[in-house]
């Protein structure tokens, strides 16, 4: 085992601080990575808040992790020293499991390892996540990061950009279609970029009319203020499909009368109750709501060969380790444009 320094919460009404974890010795199955930039997810908020009440302390989070190989073991062919690799929001599952069978980890029947916040099948004890010097994975679940995009802004594509492209992927979204993306942070920013890719004519949809301009450098064709009643009225029954990135509980009414006959909304957001739903709106016009997390490694690999073939990353803000509290502040007000990264040197560098 070696020490590692990392940042996480021990109360999920305390800051995150530095603090020190242990990281195993490589086994046979083992790539090593030395951590160059961790993106800061949503879902890093809700964890050290304790939001989905399931939290386990210290919380180290972190799973849009990019870095260099400096270790393999001795079964891995396919990473060597000195790769440009990510991680995202798995470390292990069972490998045997029909989900697992069909690339689809994340719905591992014995549970997915979560790169932080789940038992650590090694150490006993729980997952720590990216917010750290250095992270030792099965190679199963390490990607492949493209040489010839920005490496910092790759890292939010580890989860905010498999959790947009899968469901856009698995729904078929396609050229002609009108796609309306809920919430423009992390994952919206991402969802946007995605369906435009796909040729779809996409639709903003977004509380905070401030965003506009934004939402159309992104490469969105249209942009609907959801608070804007008249507006939504307007375009009622009019989306071949929704993404619904809301990060919190909300009434969804009001975008289900925005879906035509047939259509889907998936919510990939909110991970806690929703306001009561009327059956009346999706029974008149046979819609449906669905859901969907993150995408398995194969998607994962395909995801990002895409974004290296298009061209395409986040938009990212830098930010020191040191400045963490605040940015999760920020984040909670939706005021980050659209996702931070953190630079992990920054933890390094400290004494
Ligand atoms: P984020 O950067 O905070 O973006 C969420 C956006 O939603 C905000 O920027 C805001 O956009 C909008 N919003 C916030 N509060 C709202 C409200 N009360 N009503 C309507 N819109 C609201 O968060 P993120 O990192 O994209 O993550 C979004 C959610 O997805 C989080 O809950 C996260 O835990 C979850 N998540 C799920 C998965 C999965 O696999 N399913 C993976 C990653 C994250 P506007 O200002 O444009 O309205
Ligand atoms: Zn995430």
């Known amino acids: 085992m070696s020490e590692v320094k990392a940042y996480g919460a021990q109360a999920s009404d305390a800051n995150l601080k530095e603090l020190n974890i242990e990281r195993r010795q490589i086994t046979a199955d083992d790539v090593q ?22 939290s386990k302390y210290p919380v180290v989070p972190g799973h849009e992790i990019i870095g260099r190989v400096t270790q393999v073991g001795k079964n891995v062919s396919n990473f060597k020293e000195g790769d440009l690799v990510g991680v995202g929001c798995m470390v292990d599952s069972c490998q ?44 199963e679940f390490v990607l492949s990061i493209p040489e010839n995009i920005d490496a910092k802004a790759t890292a939010p594509l580890l989860c905010a950009g498999i959790t947009t492209y899968s ?30 890719a796909l040729g779809a004519h996409v639709v903003m949809i977004t509380t905070s009319p401030s965003k506009s301009e934004d939402a159309k450098k992104l490469g969105a064709d249209e942009v609907l203020v959801s608070k804007n009643e008249e507006d939504m009225k307007k375009q009622a029954g009019s989306f071949d499909f929704l993404l619904n990135t809301v990060p919190v509980g909300h009434d969804m009414n009001p975008y289900i009368a925005l879906l035509k006959r047939d259509a889907t909304m998936v919510l990939v957001g909110a991970i806690e109750p929703l306001d009561p739903v ?21 998607e994962t690999q395909e995801m990002l060969d895409f974004c290296g073939e298009n061209n395409i990353v986040s938009d990212i803000e830098m930010i020191d380790i040191h400045n963490i509290n605040e940015a999760f502040d920020r984040v909670v007000k939706s005021d980050v444009k659209y996702r931070f990264v953190i630079d992990m040197k920054s933890l390094k560098n400290k004494n």
Request: net charge positive; aromatic share 6%.
């Open 96 to 139: 045997e499991c029909d989900s697992c069978k069909e690339d689809l980890e994340q719905f591992c029947e014995k549970g997915a390892t979560l790169t932080y916040n789940s038992k650590d099948k090694h150490l006993g004890g729980h997952t720590f996540g990216g917010y750290s010097e250095q992270i030792v994975v099965d190679k």
């Open 167 to 196: 469901p856009l992927r698995h729904w078929n979204v396609k050229k002609g279609d009108k796609v309306g993306v809920i919430g423009l942070g992390g994952l919206g920013h991402m969802g946007v970029k995605f369906a435009s």
């Open 33 to 54: 990575i030395e951590i160059e930039y961790c993106g800061v997810c949503h879902s890093d908020i809700h964890q050290v808040r304790n939001d989905w009440k399931n």
């Open 278 to 298: 009327h059956g009346g709106g999706l029974i008149g016009g046979r819609k449906r709501i669905a859901g969907s997390v993150i995408g398995g490694i194969k």
